[in-house]
């Protein structure tokens, strides 16, 4: 008699009903702060996981840079969010995983597409670019760093007493939550810091970078002042 096993599911751990349900609040809030939550503790790390997966599934990991890729391709993803409408019964992880499915098989065919037409790109990978390190007294260097963030911080709380317009206190908001968050979001470029502000402040590009230039203003006068000794 021959036993025909079953073949076990794979379970996927990664992306579950709670992942699902962040997503489908995500979609349903206008609420910047309440969007930014979910994302940084629920939505992100299953985005990282699904895209790290699908590359190893589907063998993606042949492509040159791959790594810078990836992360690309989170920041898709993260501008594509607001777009999954929950009405229409697919579910997340599904709608996702096409998505970023998709979206690496366009990136396969641009690159079949550079190789047939023999143009050839120098491998980043084979140049060393040498940092130069310079030695300080630790603890004297270590206290001043500190120090100084601890005063740029305070700076930045004392800018709530100037009347700011309602565009510039959305993009200090949006500075405070990014530094907050440090160590839970991933901000690997200057791409990544003006899509996290966006979500996180529901302006354009064009406004964030204007709101920015007012604000790098005040932050050049306190660097002034705290390297004067001033502060």
Same mark, same amino acid.
């Given at each position: 008699?021959?036993?025909?096993?079953?073949? $076990?599911?794979? +379970?996927?751990?990664?992306?579950?009903?709670?992942?699902?349900?962040a997503i489908i609040d995500y979609a349903l809030t206008e609420?910047?702060?309440?969007?930014?939550?979910?994302?940084?503790?629920?939505?992100?790390?299953?985005?990282?996981?699904?895209?790290?997966?699908?590359?190893?599934?589907? +063998?993606?990991?042949?492509?040159?840079?791959?790594?810078?890729?990836?992360?690309?391709?989170?920041?898709?993803?993260?501008?594509?969010?607001?777009?999954?409408?929950?009405?229409?019964?697919?579910?997340?992880?599904?709608?996702?995983?096409?998505?970023?499915?998709?979206?690496?098989?366009?990136?396969?065919?641009?690159?079949?597409?550079?190789? $047939?037409?023999?143009?050839?790109?120098?491998?980043?990978?084979?140049?060393?670019?040498?940092?130069?390190?310079?030695?300080?007294?630790?603890?004297?260097?270590?206290?001043?760093?500190?120090?100084?963030?601890?005063?740029?911080?305070?700076?930045?709380?004392?800018?709530? *007493?100037?009347?700011? +317009?309602?565009?510039? +206190? $959305?993009?200090?908001?949006?500075?405070?939550?990014?530094?907050?968050?440090?160590?839970?979001? @991933?901000?690997?470029?200057?791409?990544?810091?003006?899509?996290?502000?966006?979500?996180?402040?529901?302006? *354009?590009?064009?406004?964030?970078? *204007? *709101?920015?230039n007012k604000i790098r203003k005040r932050y050049k006068d306190? $660097?002034?002042?705290? @390297?004067?000794?001033?502060?």
């Amino acid at each position: 008699m021959t036993v025909t096993r079953r073949k $076990k599911s794979k +379970k996927n751990n990664y992306f579950t009903k709670v992942h699902e349900t962040a997503i489908i609040d995500y979609a349903l809030t206008e609420d910047r702060s309440i969007r930014t939550d979910l994302y940084v503790k629920f939505i992100g790390p299953a985005f990282d996981e699904l895209v790290d997966k699908i590359v190893y599934t589907y +063998k993606f990991n042949t492509l040159p840079n791959i790594d810078y890729l990836k992360d690309d391709c989170k920041l898709w993803l993260i501008t594509i969010l607001n777009k999954y409408d929950p009405e229409r019964k697919s579910k997340a992880f599904s709608y996702f995983s096409v998505i970023t499915k998709n979206w690496f098989i366009h990136k396969v065919k641009q690159n079949s597409k550079r190789l $047939k037409r023999d143009v050839q790109y120098e491998d980043l990978n084979g140049r060393e670019v040498s940092d130069i390190l310079v030695t300080h007294n630790s603890y004297e260097s270590d206290r001043e760093y500190k120090e100084f963030w601890t005063h740029l911080f305070q700076e930045i709380d004392s800018w709530e *007493n100037i009347k700011l +317009k309602e565009n510039e +206190k $959305k993009v200090l908001d949006a500075i405070r939550i990014l530094f907050n968050s440090i160590d839970e979001i @991933e901000i690997f470029n200057k791409k990544a810091i003006y899509l996290y502000m966006r979500e996180i402040t529901g302006l *354009n590009t064009k406004q964030i970078v *204007n *709101n920015l230039n007012k604000i790098r203003k005040r932050y050049k006068d306190f $660097k002034i002042e705290w @390297e004067k000794g001033k502060i």
